[in-house]
């Protein structure tokens, strides 16, 4: 009995070893994911246009996403202003297909689509841009 719990141990212990790798990687991707969200929210949220808060929000989650170390095989950032206007909020949704291709031997799947949302007030005491015509 005892030399098979030998020979078996090891081959058990790279398997728990293996699937807490598995594991951790999502925890991360996900915890990851999080941050991107609320980064590009409030980087949108402070923006006075919708146009340019949806470049705000699309710019910032990718370059938070690449700095973190996470790859996504697709990327995609969907941005709910509501006409920017002061009081009310900016969505900002995060949907990346994450790889799992070095895990098919536990049967994890090869890419998971992980998504987080994140919403961020507009100033309410936002000032207004106005355009001042003439010369003194």
Known sequence: MAAEVTLVAPFLI?????IAVVIHRGVDAR??????????????SIQRTSPTAIAAAQSTATSALSSAGVTCQSL???T?????RPG?????TVSC????GDALILGVPGQKLLAATAVE???T???VVVNIVGGS
Not at 88 to 92: I, Q, Y
Request: net charge negative; proline share 2%; no cysteine.
């Open 14 to 18: 790279m398997l728990l070893v293996f």
């Open 31 to 44: 915890l990851r994911l999080d941050d991107a969200a609320h980064e590009a929210a409030r980087a949108a």
């Open 76 to 78: 995609a950032v969907n």
């Open 80 to 84: 709910a202003t509501g006409g920017m």
């Open 88 to 92: 009310g909020m900016v969505s900002v």
């Open 97 to 100: 297909i994450v790889s799992f």
């Open 121 to 123: 007030p507009i100033d």
């Open 125 to 127: 005491w936002r000032s």
